[in-house]
């Protein structure tokens, strides 16, 4: 079965510094991909940044990097000089690669609250 | 921007009536999405739909129905309300093509309370 762990309920961060979500995953898939979305408290979710389970490279967009360890199954989040803007919730999620254009369904994890202090 | 669009944004709605939770999306994708999401817990998957006449249930159970009659248009109806229905309920959907990452567009999310 496919799972995602976070384990950081809540965290803090002075504004301009970098912080680092903790995201570890479990699944037999040889095939995977990987997101991070971000969610205020408006509640809409918005995507932040995608990582496929064959790329060679870390994703980056801008901010956001994660920092992917496939042996580990763990990919974090790390959100560089941080913005007050940034207080939201952060969820991790998984989707399963299936071929012939299947349903994308995402699992996510419990969530990690980020508030960022000025 | 997603072009998905939820109504009623915040119901507060007594037990035993019929709701229906509204969501369109502009994008033309076939894949849409229901998940409930409780306050400050994880997302779950209780409806998905691969296309116009096609749904199915999420790894959730859910007391809720959903139809898909037309591609942009998704709904999701509870025929008699009850407090352990009170959550928020997010529509996405998504098209996942060749070389696509197949995220999922949100809509804004109802906040349905049931008293």
């Known amino acids: 079965a496919q799972k995602i762990t976070q384990t950081q309920p809540g965290m803090f961060v002075q504004e301009k510094e970098a912080v680092t979500l903790d995201c570890t995953y479990d699944?037999?898939?040889?095939?995977?991909?990987l997101f991070w979305y971000k969610q205020p408290s408006s509640g809409e979710m918005i995507f932040l940044i995608y990582?496929?389970?064959?790329?060679?490279q870390n994703a980056t967009e801008g901010r956001y990097s994660l920092n992917f360890q496939k042996a580990r199954k763990s990919a974090n989040l790390v959100i560089s000089a941080s913005q007050l803007g940034d207080s939201a919730m952060y969820f991790c999620?998984?989707?399963?690669?299936?071929?012939?254009?299947?349903?994308?369904?995402?699992?996510f994890g419990t969530g990690t609250l980020l508030a960022v202090q000025p | 921007e997603a072009d998905i669009y939820q109504t009623p944004r915040y119901l507060v709605i007594g037990t035993g009536k019929k709701i229906t939770l509204e969501c369109s999306q502009t994008m033309g994708h076939d894949k849409m999405y229901w998940y409930q999401q409780d306050p400050g817990m994880e997302l779950h998957l209780i409806h998905y739909s691969y296309g116009v006449n096609s749904t199915e249930k999420g790894d959730l159970s859910s007391e809720s129905t959903v139809s898909r009659i037309r591609t942009e248009h998704f709904p999701l109806t509870l025929e008699s309300a009850r407090p352990s229905h009170t959550s928020q309920y997010l529509c996405?959907?998504?098209?996942?093509?060749?070389?696509?990452?197949?995220?999922?567009?949100f809509g804004e999310g109802s906040r349905l309370t049931v008293l």
């Open positions: 996405a959907s998504s098209d996942l093509g060749a070389g696509d990452r197949g995220e999922l567009f």
């Open positions: 999620a998984m989707k399963r690669t299936v071929l012939g254009g299947a349903t994308n369904k995402l699992i």
């Open positions: 699944t037999s898939d040889p095939s995977y991909g």
């Open positions: 990582q496929g389970s064959y790329d060679q």
